[in-house]
């Protein structure tokens, strides 16, 4: 992965304002849709907009094909929408990632389409960043930091801030939070 020299400083920055700006401390819960909403998005479940049948179907074909995406019309405020059969952690993580988009005024330009249905998405240098800085709004390093100085473990951690443990482990290695409590 090659990010841009000082994005990783920037998304961690951006984390820290929006915390502040949410009034979260650091052992409070960052929440995927509340953030959304937050920075002026609309959040919604696909199946408002498609019968829950036809997500089970695309769900069953290919199970990672839907987990979000986000609609910008003119005039209106962006409406990000979720996959309702994806567990919660994995839904925090992709209304995050979504929400990471909007925080960095990302274009949505490619159209991708996934059984018969046609999402816009960002060039791969945009989601890469987009992750990066949804692993930082949902676990930035000072969370994290508050977090293993009490000595939770990684299942605790993900645990109280519904977040994937392949996410929490993430967030310890490339923060370099592991390196920092081993002894
Ligand atoms: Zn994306």
């Known amino acids: 992965m090659a990010l841009r020299r000082g994005f990783k400083a920037e998304a961690e920055r951006i984390a820290t304002e929006t915390w502040e700006a949410m009034n979260l401390e650091p052992g409070d819960r960052m929440d995927g849709v509340a953030l959304a909403k937050h920075l002026g998005c609309s959040v919604h479940s696909a199946s408002e907009l498609v019968d829950i049948r036809d997500l089970q179907r695309l769900y069953d074909l290919q199970k990672n094909a839907f987990f979000a995406c986000t609609f910008k019309f003119a005039g209106k405020r962006p409406a ?3 996959n ?3 567990d919660e952690p994995r839904r925090n993580s992709d209304v995050a990632h979504e929400a990471a988009h909007l925080c960095l005024d990302h ?3 490619r159209l991708k389409r996934v059984g018969g249905v046609a999402f ?3 060039d791969k240098t ?3 960043e987009a992750s990066w800085l949804a692993g930082c709004l949902l676990l ?3 969370a994290l930091m508050h977090d293993l100085k009490r000595r939770l473990s990684q299942k605790n951690i993900s645990e109280k801030r519904v977040l994937s443990t392949d996410m929490v482990a993430y967030r310890i290695r490339v923060t370099g939070a592991a390196r920092q ?3």
């Open 80 to 82: 990000v929408v979720y």
């Open 84 to 86: 309702p059969l994806m």
């Open 107 to 109: 274009q949505l330009s």
């Open 120 to 122: 816009l998405s960002c």
């Open 126 to 128: 945009q989601e890469e």
């Open 140 to 142: 930035p390093r000072f």
């Open 181 to 183: 409590f081993r002894s």
